[in-house]
């Protein structure tokens, strides 16, 4: 029998749908959600239509883009293993969905329908699922519902329960108790988290995997392909490659790196490389008089010990950590620091602001000290100028930030067993 906090919840939705489409039209966030959704399911059946109905499914449903990179090693170990699965990826971002949509092994990659009964019934009849593997957060409980009735079993991974969180809020934890119990497996990253699902929710399901993201992070740090042409500029240097910088990054991180007397070679990496950001980036490097390359326009008289790399082109990133000596990571300035994993796997200390609650793998990485926190452009003068000119404390919180990835690897196997634990013989 449905609870009645999930009764509740499926009748409302509805009706916050309908009012949230009205104000569409004035709010570009609600005009593109829907926008992108409709039709989206008349769309993903005529996809579908030739494809075979054997074989086993799994659907992945994700956030965004960096949920679904914790998935990406899980998928690839069950494909190895099983070539004929199917897989289908949704996603609920529109960066997500832009970056993952021609994802090679997926049958389709698709954004998630609004979360009403219909839409819910009507996906599920379509992807027919086995197992609905949930990535991290991000629950909808119509589509839920809809498929742990279908018969398929439910995962939960890289799950995390971090004090502060809504689920905890007094009006939303009994309907979160409900909503996890419909998961018949809920994989943590942490002990802490398995015993707070537990104490906190009731989860005897919950257990300890890890995260997969760390093998990912492995896995993708012997790929550098992209990045080899770069090498012979940067090789026996000392290299600074500043990743996912924001606007208000880059007012504290250039400044900082141009007052130091022996400067390391600097390679900038935006998070946003579209047209208007990068022209903005160059103007602000030309107002510092900071000469500046876009890799775009490199060629082999490219000096870094004269010029800044810029970055104006998506998908080098995390393979250009592979030439530094140190990084900074964006965002601590901002919402969030972003992926401290991608450098810490090459073994290097890595630098960020102090926003990193919602990262507890950046917080963790600066406990065990493979991270520096900065707070301010002195601070983060003085660090820059440490890591530069002391091999020594560079080489120590390097070797901490490779020992905190490689005591982390593992998720992956735990969580694919589990899955082929449930999947039909």
């Known amino acids: 029998m449905q609870s009645p906090f999930l009764f509740f919840y499926s009748l409302l939705f509805p009706v916050m749908l309908r009012t949230a489409r009205l104000f569409a039209p004035l709010v570009p966030k609600l005009r593109h959600f829907f926008s992108f959704r409709d039709g989206l399911i008349s769309d993903l059946e005529l996809k ?19 949920e679904f990179e914790q998935a990406r090693p899980v998928i690839k170990a069950l494909k190895e293993k099983d070539p004929d699965l199917r897989v289908f990826v949704s996603f609920f971002s529109e960066s997500g969905y832009d970056a993952r949509k021609n994802f090679p092994d997926a049958a389709a990659v698709f954004y998630l329908p609004a979360d009403t009964k219909s839409n819910a019934r009507r996906l599920v009849a379509l ?29 939960l991974a890289a799950a995390v329960l971090q004090s502060g969180s809504p689920y905890l809020k007094p009006l939303l934890k009994n309907f979160y108790r409900e909503v996890f119990s419909l998961f018949d497996r809920i994989w943590t990253v942490s002990e802490k988290d398995t015993t707070a699902f537990r104490l906190l929710f009731g989860c005897r399901q919950a257990e300890t995997a890890g995260d997969p993201r760390f093998d990912q992070v492995i896995r993708r740090s012997l790929e550098t392909g992209s990045i080899e042409r770069f090498r012979p500029f940067f090789d026996n240097r000392t290299v600074l490659v500043a990743g996912s910088l924001w606007d208000k990054d880059e007012l504290l991180l250039l400044p900082a790196w141009k007052r130091l007397e022996i400067k390391p070679d600097l390679i900038i990496v935006p998070h946003k490389v579209d047209p208007e950001n990068i022209s903005r980036l160059c103007r602000f490097l030309d107002s510092l008089s900071i000469p500046f390359t876009l890799v775009s326009e490199i060629d082999s008289s490219f000096d870094p010990a004269r010029t800044v790399l810029v970055i104006d082109q998506a998908g080098y990133l995390a393979e250009l950590y592979a030439l530094a000596s140190y990084a900074y990571v964006g965002g ?36 065990c000290g493979g991270g520096t926190i900065v707070e301010s452009m002195d601070q983060l003068s003085e660090k820059l100028e440490s890591f530069t000119t002391d091999p020594h404390r560079r080489n120590s919180a390097g070797n901490a930030a490779a020992r905190f990835v490689d005591e982390r690897k593992g998720a992956t196997s735990i969580i694919v067993n589990s899955i082929e634990n449930l999947l039909p013989r």
């Open 48 to 66: 579908l239509s030739s494809l075979s109905p054997s074989g086993k499914r799994l659907w992945i449903h994700a956030a965004s883009v960096g």
């Open 127 to 155: 992807l027919s699922p086995d197992i609905l593997l949930l990535m991290r957060y991000d629950f909808w409980p119509n589509h839920l519902l809809e498929a742990k009735n279908h018969g398929a079993k439910l995962v």
């Open 332 to 367: 601590g300035f901002g919402v969030n620091v972003h992926n401290t994993l991608e450098p810490a796997v090459y073994g290097i200390p890595v630098l960020f602001g102090p926003r990193i609650h919602n990262s507890p793998e950046a917080e963790a990485l600066f406990e």
